[in-house]
């Protein structure tokens, strides 16, 4: 059996002559199937070898930037936690030292978390059980009035913030409803 080289590489003599008896007897050549075209094209050569291994990379690359995108909203979740117990801590330390506690508390996650967007975090505090929702401060005229005066020995201070949560991949986002990160701490003023 000879084998020669045309522009199509190299071919096998027979092959070539019964496909050229085939349509000349007016038979039609029946398509090949598509395992049978993938081993036609690695055969002949290098065609078609970036296809195939796109194919067999694409869902590598895939998990890897789910993981990385898993990764930088967990990431922003710890921070957001470990800022909120500070924020918290702060509070019921400074009790009865300051007329702000809740500017205290806020600027004290905002340090606590330099990851983050400040300007995306909103803040609702409770000092013992009076609510102070989507508020960053809310100053008295002492620190025995309003809500530093709430802040008394033995009662709770509760922290809670929210930060939005980023789903991005290539530029896609691919948040659901405006999904947030929420954290809260609750801390024990002495």
């Keep these: 059996m000879t084998t020669q080289t045309d522009s199509h590489g190299p071919t096998n003599v027979l092959e070539r002559n019964s496909a050229r008896e085939a349509a000349s007897a007016g038979s039609r050549i029946a398509p090949r199937s598509f395992p049978a075209r993938m081993r036609a094209l690695l055969r002949n050569g290098d065609e078609g070898n970036a296809l195939i291994e796109f194919a067999l990379i694409l869902p590598v690359l895939l998990l890897t930037t789910g993981i990385m995108i898993f990764g930088v909203a967990m990431n922003n979740y710890l921070q957001l936690t470990n800022a909120v117990s500070m924020g918290a801590r702060t509070a019921a330390i400074n009790a009865q030292q300051t007329k702000d506690p ?80 929420s954290a809260s701490s609750t801390e024990l003023v002495q």
């Design 102 to 181: 809740c500017l205290v508390a806020s600027n004290a996650i905002i340090a606590a978390a330099p990851g983050l967007n400040s300007s995306l975090i909103t803040f609702n505090f409770t000092f013992n059980g009076i609510p102070y929702p989507n508020q960053s401060s809310c100053s008295s005229s002492s620190v025995n009035t309003g809500a530093a005066g709430n802040l008394a020995s033995g009662t709770n201070v509760t922290v809670n913030a929210t930060y939005p949560l980023n789903l991005s991949v290539f530029g896609k986002v691919f948040n659901q409803n405006n999904a947030v990160l």
